[in-house]
């Protein structure tokens, strides 16, 4: 996996621009991989770009049959799952900063959960297991407060944060076994 550090941030933007886009129906699968590969084209952004650029895709086509879920919330909470367990952390940390700015009381908390929990394995992909560590303590502590039914996936991911969050510590995890998001 090639490590986002090395990539500027305007790559990623452009990337999860990209996303945005196919996810409301702008742009097909098949135009953001060519648009993905009209950004590889930079030399500084091959690697990274064409890593990434698959697992947008198959992102996307998971997220294409949530697109029809009435509620919003759940809605989000499906295609953020869907950008975490494709290893897309930035960008599900992104699309579900968008949710969590709309929502209230502990929906509101527990978005923040999840978009710290995405938040720190990017921050890992960046070479900062300490920072990611920390922000894995956050999410797991806010994922704690869950009661609602709609969180009720919530421990099993709080104990796979714990386990990851200890594997960073230890120096032994790995990104290819980072926890799934498993909204139900």
């Given at each position: 996996?090639?490590?986002?550090?090395?990539?500027?941030?305007?790559c990623r933007d452009q990337l999860y621009a990209l996303f945005v886009q196919a996810l409301a129906g702008k742009l097909t699968?098949?135009?953001?991989?060519?648009?993905?590969?009209?950004?590889?084209?930079?030399?500084?952004?091959?690697?990274?770009?064409?890593?990434?650029?698959?697992?947008?895709?198959?992102?996307?086509?998971?997220?294409?049959?949530?697109?029809?879920?009435?509620?919003?919330?759940?809605?989000?909470?499906?295609?953020?799952?869907?950008?975490?367990?494709?290893?897309?952390?930035?960008?599900?940390?992104?699309?579900l900063e968008g949710a969590w700015r709309r929502a209230e009381g502990e929906d509101k908390l527990m978005l923040q959960g999840?978009?710290?929990?995405?938040?720190?394995?990017?921050?890992?992909?960046?070479?900062?297991?300490?920072?990611?560590?920390?922000?894995?303590?956050?999410?797991?502590?806010?994922?704690?407060?869950?009661?609602?039914?709609?969180?009720?996936?919530?421990?099993?991911?709080?104990?796979?944060?714990?386990?990851?969050?200890?594997?960073?510590?230890?120096?032994?995890?790995?990104?290819?076994?980072?926890?799934?998001?498993?909204?139900?």
């Open positions: 996996m090639s490590r986002p550090a090395a990539v500027p941030i305007d699968p098949e135009q953001l991989l060519v648009r993905g590969r009209t950004l590889a084209m930079r030399a500084d952004w091959r690697a990274y770009v064409q890593e990434r650029i698959l697992r947008f895709e198959r992102a996307l086509r998971a997220c294409q049959m949530m697109l029809s879920e009435p509620d919003a919330l759940t809605r989000d909470l499906r295609i953020g799952a869907s950008l975490f367990n494709e290893g897309l952390f930035f960008d599900c940390h992104e699309y999840l978009v710290q929990a995405a938040a720190g394995l990017h921050k890992f992909e960046l070479g900062s297991p300490d920072g990611a560590a920390e922000l894995l303590e956050k999410a797991a502590a806010k994922l704690r407060q869950a009661s609602a039914p709609r969180w009720a996936f919530a421990p099993g991911f709080v104990s796979d944060i714990d386990d990851a969050r200890r594997r960073l510590l230890e120096g032994s995890f790995d990104p290819g076994s980072a926890p799934k998001l498993r909204i139900p």
